[in-house]
């Protein structure tokens, strides 16, 4: 006599559904996080520009009168112009995007595969492997792109002569619009 097992197919556990939302969810905030789609909360260049519309109305408030020069005498000597020293003109960040290798999409692809490889059973199983796999793939190339991407700061500078220049640095500056600097060896410095 034989005896013939049948498997019936058992729902997941509801702990791994709730994981799997979870996952799913968490990866898809993600990737509407990488490709811009949820704004966020660091300030930029709009700033900027509040502050110097603050500022001019400040200004067209301020009665402008006019005093006569004084002239004042004095032993010090004369002091000579600075024709490297100016005040911050403005202060903006760069950003240059990264270049996918295609190891992003690639272990997005794996990793996307494995997880829609969890959902369903039979002929839906394998269309969720292969929507996993391309929606990984997509997403890891972003994400390789995001992470090899670059961030410089161009300053701009008003001379006392009137000129300006631009000075880019690699790292995020503490100089504000106003400060007076001096520029030394193609370097911002304090006066």
């Known amino acids: 006599m034989s005896t013939q097992v049948v498997k019936t197919a058992q729902s997941p556990h509801p702990l791994a559904w709730i994981v799997g939302i979870a996952v799913i969810l968490f990866s898809v905030a993600g990737f509407a996080a990488i490709m811009g789609w949820i704004p966020t909360s660091i300030g930029g260049a709009g700033n900027l520009e509040a502050d110097k519309s603050v500022k001019k109305s400040a200004q067209a408030v301020t009665p402008k009168t006019k005093t006569p020069p004084t002239q004042v005498a004095s032993n010090a000597p004369a002091s000579t112009k600075c024709s490297t020293c100016g005040v911050i003109e403005s202060v903006r960040e760069i950003a240059e995007k990264g270049e996918g290798s295609g190891l992003g999409a690639a272990g997005g692809a794996v990793v996307g595969g494995l997880l829609g490889h969890q959902v369903g059973g039979g002929t839906g ?13 997509v997403a890891g190339n972003e994400v390789e792109k995001r992470v090899k991407a670059t961030k410089s700061y161009d300053i701009t500078v008003r001379l006392d002569d009137g000129s300006t220049r631009v000075i880019n640095e690699a790292n995020p500056p503490s100089w504000r619009n106003g400060d007076r600097v001096k520029i030394v060896d193609g370097a911002i410095r304090a006066i």
């Open 125 to 137: 199983k394998q269309i969720a492997t292969v929507v996993g796999a391309v929606g990984g793939a």
